[in-house]
Nanobody, 124 residues
Framework: QVQLVESGGGLVQAGGSLRLSCAAS????????MGWFRQAPGKERLFVAA????????YYADSVKGRFTISRDIAKNTMYLQMNSLKPEDTAVYYCAAASVLRLGVLANEYNYWGQGTQVSVSS
């Protein structure tokens, strides 16, 4: 079965950087879109960024444009989210997700598979 495992979260000072990883297994992901979502305490799960697995087309939420970069290493079956210039409002649990269609969707229900999340905390 498809399995997604996030790592790389932690505590960082405002203005700092973190790199999240999502290790994917169980299937060849050609034809898939993959993305990152985040959810702060008491708030809804929101779109962050997405990438098509084979071609590498990307899309970003306005709140992270210019600060975050999504990428993937096909040979390693791993997706990354490089987060720079972090702000306290970036604090959330970050989730890796995959969809079996070439859509860079922004709604959580457009994705078929999910990891269990990794905590990112940014102090002011």
């Amino acid at each position: 079965q498809v399995q997604l495992v996030e790592s790389g979260g932690g505590l960082v000072q405002a203005g700092g950087s973190l790199r999240l990883s999502c290790a994917a297994s169980g299937r060849t992901f050609s034809g898939y879109a993959m993305g990152w979502f985040r959810q702060a305490p008491g708030k809804e799960r929101l779109f962050v960024a997405a990438v098509t697995w084979s071609v590498g087309r990307t899309y970003y939420a306005d709140s992270v444009k210019g600060r975050f970069t999504i990428s993937r290493d096909i040979a390693k079956n791993t997706m990354y989210l490089q987060m720079n210039s972090l702000k306290p409002e970036d604090t959330a649990v970050y989730y890796c997700a995959a969809a079996s269609v070439l859509r860079l969707g922004v709604l959580a229900n457009e994705y078929n598979y999910w990891g269990q999340g990794t905590q990112v905390s940014v102090s002011s």
